[in-house]
């Protein structure tokens, strides 16, 4: 049992914990706390498998940009006197009951499948440059074109949230 | 136990990924659909470092992956701009309350 | 490196790890004592006063006091508060600027974690900070408190984009991200500092010390605002909100926040110190160099690293006095219209100057 | 000065008041003295067309027009017609610089009288901006080359027309009036807008030499004579509204509620010769037939308001009258073939009329906008200035020599005279005596109420003075302009005597031989040699060609006959001049007649001729009564026809939907409501699954994504 087991299964279990909380909790606040765990979860899993600037990227992404406009989208929907912030769900049952099967048949065509899995894997030296290089040649359009895209999207954002 | 392996990572990512589902479909509160659909980008992103890095070409799969948390922070970013208007309007963020066209 | 030699001692790779992260506990807490007692003379002698007196020599033992008085207090926890979040907080935010102690390169010979990526990892372990705050708002269920943490996130997320820019133009200068790298490339001499131009050779080095000049006073600036410092101290302006986010703590958790706010003055301070001063390398030559002996000089580089800090926090201390707070709406325009047009205009020459 | 600059400085001159106008209606009212910029704006048009006018008449007198096209609309290849395209253009001959340069001078004197007459009024500067916007549709008919943009043109004179008319539309009178003209102008417009489109239709080109080419090669409206008199007479409908010739003359006197220089600028001088101005353009194509009814018309026009102008009262409406009639003799002068004549008469008639106008506007402002003769009189002595150019104004319009009316109008009636010997139609010229006669006794009628006697109105007498020199100064300059010795150097010779006869020559008429006067024919065996020599050399063809053109004119029968007609004409017209002159004396100065007892004795006919020959009344009770009566029968018809038919289908309908009822709601109901009933179970089964929610569209996805992936693999 080397340290690589040991963190993967703390991060599945972070993880996995924290999503089923994030999914089940009434209490959006929890939720939203919950979320950051699996964030961070997922990050671990990325330094594990040697994605390190990912990883990076996840946590000032998610945990700094996406994770912070959810609890602000929470806190500006909820009253502040009103401690009552928990909220509901609906078919549950048929939910699960479909969302069960889906997972079960999800996970055996994982688990069945024969992945083609490449002998030697390279060490991830230096993943930050072979990405920049990547995305300044091959996906140069692609990473223009998201920029754009970026730009669009805050600026919609912003004429939105102000009317 | 064995050796942690590809179908590990994507079992995880599986779970994770059917959490998000059932939580984008039983959730009632806009935001915490949303929180679902995170988890749902978040799956799909230990895919795409999974496959890279057991495939051997790393720098492609995480360039994709990147390429995820851009989309999803600009998605996040209009959804929650969208919800606010809303919770503006109706003074709530029920999805299965919000239901004035039909009306 | 101390961990190669914790390994040696213990032969254990787990206890070495967890004595290894323990080592920066142990500068920040007395610094900790020390910055608040510099606070609270610099404060007093720049209002022509003497500040604490009583306790010791000049009052030099007060921060004891304090520490004592806080570990004595009533943990109050109010009624409607959300407790899980209440008491969480505290840890999360204190965890937070613990983390990023973990790339700080303190001397040649310690250093948390060698990342390549150092720098990227204090922004992204500063966003727990924020996490934190916004969880001590809601959870002490106080108006204050919430309106406080909502600025203070806002602020952060804000002033991390002209931080990050500034981060990304000395990438392009020095082709690292490694913190300890960053250090040891800017040995020898003062000039070679990278405010001074860096270790480039021949005009370059001339064409870039007045870039480096504005990327110094940018990234002061926002990590100013970053770590919620006056004149950036509307999250907790006391005239307005309180105290901020931490207004109904109180006893041993409001310490961890205070002793978080100490540690990220530092941080801030230290990476500051690390990118544009060269980090734990002395102006001038070293004396365990001079002397032949080798242990002497990670003492020295540790002296010199703690005074460019404390220097820093004396500036942010000093400043602190000496300017009024800002309003909300100004805060935001110094950043996104002034701040990050500057970054981004001075990433560009930066990037032509090293293109040419 | 060549062809290029020529066309150069007509489009300044157009476009010159356009900039005017809308600067100054832009402007006028934040900046007060924008009006002196409209000022200046038209003294430079008037600079540059008075050199126009010199350079042209002095080095290119006998030069073809100058004309330049520019392409408006393309519309390619049109099925039907061709190529087809729409051109802009601008035409330079004689004709057009003396025109340019009556409407500049005129609007000019207008412009500087109205700094002073219109003083103080709060709409000040946009006066003078619709000022400018007349000039520049004005220019604009002046410049054409095309009948598209006269038609435009046109339009727009009729718009300034009414803006100006309607200036003080707080009074119910001017707006009414504005109404009025407008209103009967596209009656007139309407005509000429079917001519307009008949031609267009027939020769695809709206541009005048191309049309009199195409006249000219034989090319006729539906191919029948008769076609080519209707167009020609259809054409002149628009100068019918626009010159308010008889039927459509009842609204100039209307209009007359405008300010006063207006009624100088528009209602005299200018836009009511623009028909005149038509007329004249479209000459050769006119055919005998077109002609007669035109001379027919100005007869009348002549005529009857000559008539209504002897017992009004008010001093502009005299004047309104006298511009109609005046506007008959020229009109009635193209009709007899008297082209030069006619629009020689134009000219001065512009000059004097406008004169008259704002003499009476000088008078009016003296006399603190009082416009009823009847309250005047012996004002000569408080406005020695006006009355002066007054008495020259109504000489000249009298037709006393050395006047410059004496040279037009004798012109006119020997060509009557002639045209009467020549053709047997004798009663133009007994008409033209006539209103002669007529005219001289109502303007010095006029003259002896206003200025002689004892003032009737002693209080406005006392207030009464001379007006400054800002509109006494125009009303100099245009009495001096209506001496002869601008136009003639025999003030005797009427016939002869006319410098400009020889740069306004009559056109060759371009329509074929068979549907011309007799006496307009050119000679047959010249032509005979034409097209003999034309076989033989070049050079010769040439020159026959050269004296063709001098010759082509009219027959020497009519040269003849106008010839021999001009001394009698003279003595007769002299004649009638003076004793309307005399008899005016008798009635009014020394008052040999009682008046009241006399009017009392021909009361019918002072009535009718006061009523205005109650064409007001007769308009309203026939067209209006037509169209009220019309409306009536329409409403019977509507209310028991119409109604009835519908009633009797309603019961019909009734009777057969009361069966179809019963059939209805038994048989097809059930039915329908059995399918209903299906319908509706199917739907509360369905409506389960349409939550609304996407969630619940979600699930179904994804059970239907398990439901493939268990049947496909």
Redesign the interface.
Known sequence: MTYYTVSFYLFAAIILLSAYFVVTTKNVIYAAFNLLLTFFGVAGFYALLGADFIAIVQLIVYVGGILILLLFGVMLTNKITDTEIKTGAFQVLPASIIVGMFSGVLIASMTNNRWIVSANTPVAADTLRTIGNILMNQYILIFEVLGVLLLIALIGAASIARK | ?Q??????????S????????????????A??????L??IL?AA??NF????????????G??A???V??????????A??????I??NFN?????EI?K??D | MIYDFLLQLTGNAAISSLINSIIPLTFIIPFALFAVYLERKVSAHMQDRLGPMRVGWHGWLQSFADILKLLQKEDIVTADADKKLFNFAPVLVFAGSYAAFAAIPFSSAYIGTNLDLGLLYIVAVTSLVVAGILMAGWGSNNKYSLLGAVRSAAQIVSYEIPTTLVIVTVIVMTGTLNLHKLSTDQTSSFYNWLIFGGYAAGWHKFALIPSMFVGFLVIFISTLAEVNRTPFDIPEAESELVAGYHTEYSGMKFAMFFLAEYANMFAVSAIVATIFFGGFQSPFGYLGNTLGISWLRPIEEFFWFASKGIFFVFVQMWLRWTLPRLRVDQLMAMCWKYLIPIAVVNLIIVALIMVL | MNELSFIQAALVVLFLPLLGFTVTILYGKRFKWLYLFEVAIITIALGISIYMLFIRLAYFADAPPFQKEFLWINLGIVPLLGKVTVELGIMIDNITVLMLFVVCLISALVHYFSIEYMKGDKRYSRYFAYLGIFTFSMLGIVFTHNLLMMYIFWELVGLSSYLLIGFWYEKKSASDASKKAFITNRIGDLGMLAGILLIFSTYHTFTFEAIFAQIKAGQMPLNSGFWLTATGILLFCGAIGKSAQFPLHVWLPDAMEGPTPVSALIHAATMVAAGVYLTVRIFPMLTGDALLFIAIIGALSAFIPATIALTQTDIKKILAYSTISQLGYMIMALGVGAYSFGFFHLITHAFFKAGLFLGSGSVIYAMHHEQDIRQMGGLRKKLPITYAAFVIYSLAISGIPLTSGFLSKDGILASAYAFGGLTGYKIFAITGFLVALLTAFYMFRLIFVTFHGEPRNQHKYDHAHESPALMTVPLIILAVLSIFAFYTANPLDAGKGWTLSSWIKTPPSVVPASLRYEFMNEKQPEVAEVSKSHNETEPVAENVEAKKNEQIIHSEEYTHALHSAHYPAMGLSLLVAILGIFTAYLFYIKKVVNLDAFVEKIKPLYNFSLNKWYFDEFYNSVFVGFVMLLSKILNWFDANIVDGIVNASASVTRTVSTFSNAIDKYIVDGLVNFLAILTGMFGIFLRKLQTGKVQTYLVMVIFSIIVLIFIFI
Request: net charge neutral; glycine share 8%.
């Open positions: 136990m050796e942690i392996g590809i179908a590990h990572f994507l079992i995880v599986s779970l994770l990924f059917s959490f998000g589902l059932y939580g984008v479909v039983t959730r009632k509160n935001i915490m659909v949303l929180m679902g995170e988890l978040n992103n230990i470092i999974t496959f890279a890095k057991f495939n051997g070409n790393v720098g492609f995480q360039v992956a990147l390429f948390i851009v989309l999803a922070a600009a998605e996040s970013a209009i929650l701009a969208i919800v606010l208007n919770y503006k709530q963020v029920n999805v299965d239901d066209l039909r």
